[in-house]
């Protein structure tokens, strides 16, 4: 397993920016992809965006398409950071936002998340 380290969240107002970073320690990534996940009390942990380790292919879930972008840093062809830069904030973006390693076919190893709350 790796261990999964977010930053970069905090408050902000309706329409502004910010950026999450997760940083990836422990053995190298060897998984499939990487991903931001996020939650608000009450409701299911969702998916946000993710990025594969092999050929950088992103997906992003509708609500946040146009407005986030997934990035990675790599060495040696190994991600190594992940970033989530959020633009265009809306207060529905509030919620904990999670880092999360893809290794075979689950999303197994998370982080400790970081809020990020939007006001309008």
């Known amino acids: 397993q790796v261990q999964l380290i977010e930053s970069g969240g905090g408050l902000a107002q309706a329409g502004a920016s910010l950026r999450l970073t997760c940083e990836i320690s422990?053995?190298?990534?060897?998984?499939?992809?990487m991903g931001w996940f996020r939650q608000v009390p009450g409701k299911d942990r969702e998916f946000v965006a993710a990025?594969?380790?092999?050929?950088?292919?992103?997906?992003?879930?509708d609500s946040v398409k146009g407005r986030f972008a997934i990035s990675t840093n790599t060495w040696r062809n190994v991600i190594t950071t992940v970033y989530l830069d959020m633009n265009d904030l809306k207060p529905e973006d509030t919620a904990v936002y999670f880092c999360?390693?893809?290794?075979?076919?689950?999303?197994?190893?998370w982080g400790q998340g970081t809020q990020v709350t939007v006001s309008s």
């Open positions: 999360a390693a893809r290794v075979g076919g689950e999303w197994r190893d």
């Open positions: 422990g053995r190298p990534f060897s998984g499939n992809s």
């Open positions: 990025v594969t380790a092999t050929g950088g292919h992103t997906t992003y879930a």
